[in-house]
């Protein structure tokens, strides 16, 4: 949080300006004579506070009134875009209060509740709010809107959260709800756990969560969210709600609620304030019941074009010259998460498809393309990424995306195909470049086929870009920096984030790629057909001018995109 010259707890009025508030406007040259004048008049027939008068007809501006009084009570301005709100601090105030009064519990520290108040001198208010919340209490001053508006988005998913289940304890301690099996009738027409899901999933959206875990634990529910690929906790539920919130889901995704012990894939369409919204649906059952995992997907988000993932502009231009290949397969290798598919589909996006025959096999299809024939896999028709492939060399194609390599019968449909005269794309789990070549020799696929048809393989990673509106200069910890010298660091200016609310209080915000190409050129096929180690290929390619994962994420560190620790976090190979 955000303030200045913090006033004594408890005594927020001792400190107060002998000068009245329209003295000091009138002094800064906010307002004029004639202004206060009305101002006070208008003050004597409302009774409202003479700051407030004159915001309300426009005379002083919210942020100018809210430095005025800062001075004339003595109390520290918070800013809201760098303010963490105390969730313990917001249960002792209900949000009908906060609106009425226009106050925010910011923070409970010890006995003593900061609130955020466009009035510090209003005595009755403060007063209540001490019986209220049995609490010492100690003003910050705020500006009315951000207060507001502050209210209305951190009351949004606990005041939500604890109406409802308030309301689902209540059923169930009147015999409403059996304890233990859920019909399908009873799951479907339990409002208060439809209204959770509802918050829970429009919450995600709100903050930018790719992914919902949903966990139960032996004594509660506990929901994350993953924001840039870091998973954060957003609330804590009762245990008596696992079940229930978990047959809501599997409703939704016409999933088998009866079936708890086997694992279960489904698909929720959906809308969050107006957008559209794919959820992939993952049950799992754990030792204390189903385990879900919501992977939320935008149906309107756009396909990010290539010069926008974060490529080196030697690296983007090596990788664009593969996709314009007439034929041979290309490789995108790196761990779950790692936006291969964003990759992937960036480089359809570069094809010609007007005048080819553009074909794809995905599971799930995450992104529909105008002029691209894109196939569904789906297990129970027998659509696998085998079959569906075999299927699609039937179909004439000139570019062919294999959504992921995962056994060897793909892998050998795929070299045949780029073999034959097809530009093939695919992803493949991998550590690095030269890993997901030996990984397709492990599968049994023969070097000289290797040889033959990869013509290029990309790895990647993700790190998250510190946050542009709160990012300070920094010195970091000795272990960084000895990471940072193994790389070839030679640069003293670092920064980090310190947390606003533009960035959840994470320091960052959004993630951006680093990529590693490896071109097969006839040397390294040569290496490939003798089955060399994977370390000579790695030399070798370091001899080419093959950009490594770690020399691109040296680049982002120097560049102030991202930190050293992110960069540890993300890349761990050689």
């Known amino acids: ?66 430095g005025v009084l800062s001075q004339h009570f003595k109390v520290p301005l918070i800013d809201f875009s760098r303010a963490r ?35 510090p001198g209003d005595l009755a208010l403060f007063a209540e709010l001490k019986v209220l919340t049995r609490k010492k209490v100690r003003p910050l001053l705020g500006v009315r809107s951000e207060i507001d508006a502050t209210i209305v988005r951190e009351y949004r998913l606990s005041a939500g959260m604890d109406r409802n289940v308030r309301s689902f304890e209540e059923t169930l301690q009147a015999g409403g709800i059996k304890r233990g099996g859920r019909r399908l009738s009873d799951v479907a027409q339990d409002a208060p756990v439809v209204q959770i899901v509802d918050l829970i999933i429009s919450q995600g959206v709100e903050e930018r969560a790719s992914d919902i875990h949903i966990e139960p634990q032996a004594d509660r529910l506990r929901v994350r969210f993953r924001i840039d690929g870091v998973l954060h906790d957003a609330t804590s539920l009762p245990a008596t709600l696992a079940a229930p919130i978990i047959s809501r889901i599997k409703l939704l995704a016409k999933l088998d609620i009866v079936d708890k012990h086997r694992s279960q894939d489904g698909q929720i369409q959906t809308s969050v304030e107006g957008r559209a919204l794919d959820i992939r649906v993952g049950t799992i059952e754990t030792i204390w019941g189903e385990k879900v995992v919501l992977r939320l997907l935008e149906r309107a988000r756009s396909i990010l074009p290539l010069n926008r993932l974060g490529f080196a502009p030697e690296t983007e231009a090596q990788f664009m010259s593969l996709i314009h290949s007439p034929y041979g397969m290309i490789l995108v290798s790196g761990p779950t998460g790692s936006g291969k598919t964003t990759t992937l589909y960036a480089a359809l996006n570069e094809l010609d498809r007007n005048e080819t025959n553009v074909m794809t096999i995905e599971d799930p299809v995450e992104y529909t393309f105008a002029n691209v024939n894109q196939i569904q896999i789906n297990r129970l028709a027998g659509i696998t990424f085998a079959n569906g492939l075999r299927a699609i060399l039937r179909q004439d194609p000139d570019a062919i995306l294999v959504g992921e390599i995962r056994d060897k019968e793909t892998a050998e449909i795929s070299v045949q195909s780029a073999l034959t005269g097809h530009l093939v794309l695919s992803s493949l789990h991998a550590t690095d470049a030269v890993g997901a070549v030996y990984r397709l020799l492990e599968m049994g696929i023969e070097p000289f086929m290797v040889a033959s048809s990869v013509i290029g393989v990309l790895a990647q990673r993700l790190v998250r870009r510190l946050c542009d509106r709160c990012s300070i200069e920094n010195t970091p910890p000795v272990e960084e920096m000895s990471f940072y010298a193994s790389l070839g660091g030679r640069q003293f200016n670092f920064r980090r984030g310190t947390g606003c609310a533009y960035c959840s209080h994470t320091g960052f915000r959004d993630r951006i790629g680093i990529f590693e190409v490896l071109r097969m050129s006839d040397a390294v096929k040569r290496l490939i057909v003798k089955e060399a180690p994977p370390e000579a290929l790695r030399q070798l390619a370091a001899q080419e001018g093959m950009q490594a994962l770690r020399q691109a994420g040296l680049i982002k560190i120097d560049e102030g995109v991202t930190t050293i620790a992110e960069v540890m976090r993300s890349v761990n190979v050689g």
């Open 85 to 119: 709100i105390d969730k313990a601090a917001l249960s002792l105030v209900s949000e009908a209060y906060a609106l009425e009064h226009h106050i925010l519990p910011v923070r409970l520290v010890d006995d003593e509740l900061e609130v955020a108040t466009i009035d």
């Open 1 to 66: 949080m955000s303030v200045a010259n913090p006033s004594p707890p408890n005594r927020p009025f001792v400190g107060q300006s002998p000068r009245r508030v329209g003295e000091l406007l009138l002094e800064r040259g906010l307002i004029t004579q004639e202004q206060l004048d009305w101002g006070l008049e208008q003050q004597k027939q409302t009774h409202q506070p003479l700051g407030q008068v004159l915001v309300a007809a426009g005379h002083v501006e919210e942020k100018a009134l809210a």
